[in-house]
């Protein structure tokens, strides 16, 4: 998450880290393709959260017209959620399989990981002065310096001429990507406007969609993906705000909303089959079967292809809304991505039923979808399985009748 939010590919993201993440987690004990898939979904997660997002928080605030903060704000909920989901079915998929514990030679100390927390500071500096109110550019200026600064602590991050020549020639690159993204993002939506194909675009989806929304998100969400297929974070974006984000605008849904929703799924083509170019690089990395790879990849991140189709009927996930709500929303979607994880991996307390199994996706739907009715029947259906599997993991007489 923590590199993917900086990396403009979820592909390359997975490959700058899931060299030593994957194989850490075959050594564990985890199966070739579930690992490359893991790699994968973490990878392309981080293109969803803040606060940088694959450099596109950038451009959307600058498409939409809004401030950088209302972008990151907006895409905080559900990338939380996307990587909750996944740090449970990876639990359930440890517990399941009954894993252990990692063998004490790959438990680094804790001493040596105090003493490099301190790595993190200018994060948690960026991410503090961003909510203060500065401008991008400030913010960028004087993270730049609290990375200078640490970097002299220790002999091995020190900068020396070649080091600081070499920062500077990758901030450059890096630069140039988004700049000109930027840039032809206003020639491509120039040409688009011009030429009438977007508006054609627009008026045959929501001809065939008709009054329906929920047809033509669905409709939005195929496209999107196929659009952003092996296309990098910032390009796909820009493709999809131009195409598919006006359509859901005309229907009526607030510009945040339908600029996410086209995000999300133009980020998602890279773990969909069969173009899905993040689990392909972790399945070659993984040495196993890219195909069942991808597919398990599309399975560990289920829950990104959902909350889109929630938050545009409730922007409270969006962080739109009054404090409560927001809360609300929140903790009850949270509890919902644990109903949801445990219908996937089959297993919550104990192995599911099938009727559980159902129950537990159903609840875990209902719950993150805000709402009174849906939060008590979601939960109330969820304490339900929890209750029967704790009795059948007891041997209770009652499990067994």
């Known amino acids: 998450a923590l590199f993917g939010t900086i990396s403009g590919s979820a592909a390359a993201n997975v490959y700058g880290t899931g060299t030593f993440t994957i194989p850490l987690m075959k050594k564990v004990g985890y199966t070739p393709h579930f690992a490359g898939a893991v790699e994968a979904v973490a990878s392309t997660g981080g293109q969803m959260m803040p606060p940088i997002m694959g450099a596109a928080a950038f451009i959307m605030a600058d498409v939409i017209g809004v401030s950088y903060l209302t972008i990151a704000k907006a895409a905080l909920i559900p990338s ?87 920062a500077l020639e990758l901030s450059a690159k890096n630069a140039m990507m988004v700049s000109s993204c930027c840039a032809c993002a206003g020639i491509i939506i120039g040409v ?46 820009i493709i999809v705000a131009t195409l598919g984000a006006p359509a859901l605008m005309k229907a009526g849904v607030p510009i945040i909303a339908a600029h996410m929703f086209v995000y999300f799924y133009a980020i998602l083509s890279v773990i969909t089959p069969p173009v899905c170019l993040a689990a392909f ?37 969006l962080m739109q809304g009054s404090t409560t709500e927001i809360v609300t929303a929140f903790t009850s979607a949270l509890v919902g991505v644990i109903g949801v994880a445990s219908g996937i991996q089959n297993w919550l307390l104990v192995r599911c039923r099938l009727w559980e199994r159902a129950l537990l996706l159903a609840s875990g739907l209902m719950l993150i979808f805000p709402g009174l009715i849906t939060d008590t029947i979601g939960l109330s259906s969820l304490l339900i399985v929890l209750f029967a599997q704790r009795l059948r993991r007891s041997g209770s007489p009652v499990a067994a009748a």
């Open 80 to 166: 939380v959620l996307y990587y909750l989901t996944l740090l449970a079915i990876i639990h359930l998929e440890a517990v399941s399989k009954n894993m252990g514990t990692l063998p004490p030679e790959l438990v680094p100390s804790a001493a040596s990981v105090l003493r490099r927390l301190y790595y993190l500071f200018p994060l948690v500096f960026l991410i503090t002065i961003l909510l203060m109110g500065r401008s991008v550019i400030a913010c960028a200026y004087y993270g730049t310096v609290c990375i200078v600064i640490l970097s002299m602590i220790r002999s091995e991050t020190r900068f020396t001429f070649k080091r600081l020549c070499g």
């Open 192 to 237: 688009i406007s011009l030429t009438g194909i977007g508006y054609k675009f627009i008026n045959v989806i929501t001809a065939l969609a008709g009054s329906n929304l929920l047809l033509l998100m669905a409709m939005l969400m195929v496209t999107c993906i196929i659009l952003g297929m092996g296309v990098p974070t910032a390009p796909a974006y």
């Open 281 to 317: 690089a972790g399945a070659a990395i993984a040495e196993t079967n890219a195909m069942k790879t991808g597919v398990t990849a599309m399975k560990l991140g289920i829950v990104a292809f959902i909350i889109p189709f929630m938050f545009v009927f409730e922007p409270a996930l």
